[in-house]
Each structure stands twice: as C-alpha cells, then as structure tokens.
C-alpha cells in the first residue's frame, strides 16, 4: 500500500499528475489530491475544485482518491509539506511547467520549496504550457 499526495492547481498539472500516476497505483494505494489557496480568490478556487475533480474523476477507477482543497492561508508549499507528514506520504507528486523561450526557471517556487524541505520521495512531473 502506498500514500499518494497529489499537488496540483490546475486541470492541465492534473493531467499530467495522473498520467505519471495511473499506471503506478493499484487499488490498495490512496491518492490525496490537494490544492492550496493562499487567499480568498474565487476564480483560484474554482480552478482548484476543477483540478481536483479532474484527479479524482481519471483515477477513481484503479484507486482510493482523496480530495482536499486548503484554505489555511499559507503558502502552497508549507501546506503540501504538512499535509505529507500528517498522511505520512510515501511519495509527493508536483507539476512543474516546461521552461520557454522567454523563461529558463525549470520549476516554480512552490515546486522548489517543496524539494528543498522535504525527506520524501518525490516525483516531478513536467507539464506543457497552456496556450
């Protein structure tokens, strides 16, 4: 059995995630989907719930999913890294978005702060831009 936390804040980011994933899980693993919010942002929210959705409506079929959006008001990272220690996560699974022309970061802050604190394992998983 193994913990899956899934962080994701997009429907583009949750389809990668469960591209890399589906093939990985069976049915006695758990996979927590979560999306973090660092404020009241509606439209944040709203595509937090879709990408959540999004997780749970393309794994739901092989294994335990799991979907929790926070609204704690920190940042994305500290709630990715406390939630892993409360499910005590066998693996962290981010998104990170393919770096441009314009634009050599190979991966957000989030994604960074979150290799940078954490001792589990984790899968980084490249995304396409959105066009």
């Given at each position: 059995?193994?913990?899956?936390?899934?962080?994701?804040?997009?429907?583009?980011t949750s389809a990668a995630l469960c591209?890399?994933?589906?093939?990985?899980?069976?049915?006695?693993?758990?996979?927590?989907?979560?999306?973090?919010?660092?404020?009241?942002?509606?439209?944040?929210s709203r595509d937090g719930k879709d990408a959540l959705n999004a997780v749970a409506s393309r794994l739901a079929a092989v294994?335990?999913?799991?979907?929790?959006?926070?609204?704690?008001?920190?940042?994305?990272?500290?709630?990715?890294?406390?939630?892993?220690?409360?499910?005590?996560?066998?693996e962290i699974v981010l998104g990170v978005r393919k770096p441009t022309e314009t634009s050599k970061v190979a991966i957000g802050s989030v994604t960074e702060q979150v290799l940078l604190h954490s001792d589990r394992p984790m899968a980084v998983v490249p995304r396409e831009l959105e066009t």
């Open positions: 059995m193994t913990t899956f936390v899934v962080a994701t804040d997009s429907v583009h591209d890399y994933l589906f093939d990985r899980v069976d049915e006695a693993d758990t996979v927590y989907a979560i999306n973090s919010l660092h404020d009241d942002d509606p439209e944040a294994t335990t999913v799991e979907t929790e959006q926070f609204s704690r008001g920190n940042v994305p990272a500290e709630d990715i890294l406390s939630f892993s220690d409360e499910v005590d996560a066998d």
